[in-house]
């Protein structure tokens, strides 16, 4: 996930909410509606990704009390899924390649609706694309790749195929999951490289 995704996410969210104030829940306040719409709209202060995806989560439950599915026309049921589904896979490709111990640290957070589909929306993502960040080298010469999406993966030290800064900063990038939990990266048109995520 780049780091312009939960912006994006936030900014899909702010639209629907525009349509869903006119149509509010009837033993809602007024006063009521709009603390809950500000809830959400709060979440664009966070600096952090995760933080961000983490705060929109947690108010999303006081904004479906107050604009009900029901109460919600058939274009703005359509953004509500979308933008449920964009989280979902944001929240799997951020937890892409973490160890089992970092994925359950980070699907804690969220309640038991978004971990459930997170989940299998994880299970499902086979690869992530991205674009090289930057390169740096282990004292053993490894890679260590830093994506723009904010990730770092480290080619391991039984892979001694060469990855040049040069030519790979800028280059688009892929993982794809492997069997038993293993991943490969591919820089560009290179060849494929074994990694372990870091960050």
């Avoid at 995704?5 to 639209?15: D, E, G, K, Q």
């Avoid at 053993?140 to 800064?165: C, H, M, P």
Wanted: aromatic content about 4%.
């Amino acid at each position: 996930m780049s780091n312009l995704a939960p912006v994006r996410l936030i900014n899909v969210s702010i639209i629907a909410m525009i349509g869903w104030v006119g149509v509010g829940h009837a033993q809602m306040s007024d006063t009521d509606e709009m603390r809950v719409v500000q809830d959400v709209l709060s979440c664009r202060s966070l600096a952090d990704s995760m933080e961000r995806l983490v705060c929109l989560d947690r108010a999303l439950p006081a904004l479906a009390e107050a604009f009900p599915e029901s109460a919600l026309s058939k274009q703005e049921r359509e953004e509500l899924y979308a933008r449920q589904a964009e989280q979902s896979r944001a929240a799997a490709e951020e937890a892409f390649g973490q160890s089992i111990e970092e994925k359950s640290s980070n699907v804690a957070q969220n309640n038991d609706a978004s971990r459930v589909e997170e989940e299998k929306i994880t299970t499902e993502l086979k690869e992530l694309g991205s674009v090289v960040k930057d390169v740096k080298y282990t004292p053993r010469g490894r890679a260590v790749v830093y994506f723009e999406n904010g990730q770092v993966w480290k080619q391991l030290d039984s892979d001694t195929r060469k990855i040049r800064a040069k030519s790979a900063i800028g280059e688009s990038v892929t993982v794809k999951k492997k069997l038993m939990g293993s991943h490969m990266m591919k820089i560009g048109n290179g060849r494929l490289v074994r990694v372990e995520r870091l960050q």
